[in-house]
């Protein structure tokens, strides 16, 4: 099996978390696979030239192509060409059946699970974008850094440079952070037992969340880093480490 993701820097840190979350339900699910890595700004044209079809439509109405993407060569006589997290892990899970009581979707809970993602996670992901942004930027390659510079800037109508915040204003983004961390904990304080987010056994939630730490941790780990795994007692940094074993990038045995 291969996994398509994008390329940052020499030490091939992912730019999305949506590529982590599928790197670790790969190793989770003990599959072999490959990666191939892209640039940014070659996604569209890798995609097109491997087949993998376009996840959304562009305000100007052209395809807009990202990844991740699989293309499973497991059966000889069809590859089967997945892009977007969530498409690839319901694949996954249909395919490559979990053990018993290890479904990353439990029957009932596929819905809420999705929504964890559009909400804490990304909520997460939104305000640590305030103490992270230079970390990012560094961690492209330098091909893709004017990309991303062009991309942020129009999104948020200013210079890259004013995306990160200082003084005063950066001091409110690590209060909030650290609030949206302890409503998180709270909340899975109320499973009564165990430290993943549906309580004793992962779920794709988990792989989520994870992903999200492990952004935070290769774009900021001086810094963003330190704090998140420092809060709470550090609990944070043991949940991180409940995961390092499905954190390989590759697993071509």
């Known amino acids: 099996m291969e996994q398509i993701r994008t390329l940052e820097a020499s030490v091939l840190i992912p730019s999305l978390f949506d590529e982590l979350i599928n790197r670790l339900a790969l190793n989770y699910k003990k599959l072999q696979f490959r990666v191939r890595w892209v640039p940014t700004v070659e996604i569209e044209a890798t995609c097109k030239s491997l087949g993998i079809a376009p996840t959304a439509v562009k305000p100007n109405g052209q395809p807009h192509y990202t990844l991740p993407a699989i293309i499973d060569r497991t059966d000889p006589t069809r590859a089967v060409v997945l892009s977007d997290s969530i498409p690839i892990i319901e694949y996954l899970e249909k395919t490559y059946p979990p053990p018993p009581n290890c479904d990353l979707f439990p029957p009932g809970t596929q819905a809420l699970q999705v929504l964890f993602i559009q909400f804490p996670v990304a909520q997460i992901l939104g305000v640590a974008l305030g103490v992270v942004a230079m970390g ?38 690590w209060k909030e952070l650290e609030q949206l961390f302890k409503l998180l904990g709270d909340a899975m304080d109320k499973n009564g037992k165990g430290q993943f987010v549906m309580g004793e056994r992962v779920r794709f939630a988990d792989l989520a969340l994870c992903g999200c730490l492990i952004y935070i941790k290769c774009v900021s780990p001086d810094d963003a880093w330190v704090k998140i795994s420092s809060w709470h007692g550090g609990r944070w940094a043991r949940y991180f480490d409940a995961f390092r074993g499905w954190m390989q990038v590759e697993n071509p045995q």
Request: no cysteine; charged share 50%; glycine share 8%.
């Open 136 to 173: 990012h930027l560094a961690a492209k390659i330098e091909g893709d850094r004017a990309d991303l510079r062009q991309r942020m800037e129009a999104r948020f109508g200013k210079p890259f440079e004013d995306i990160e915040k200082r003084g005063a204003e950066r001091d409110k983004v």
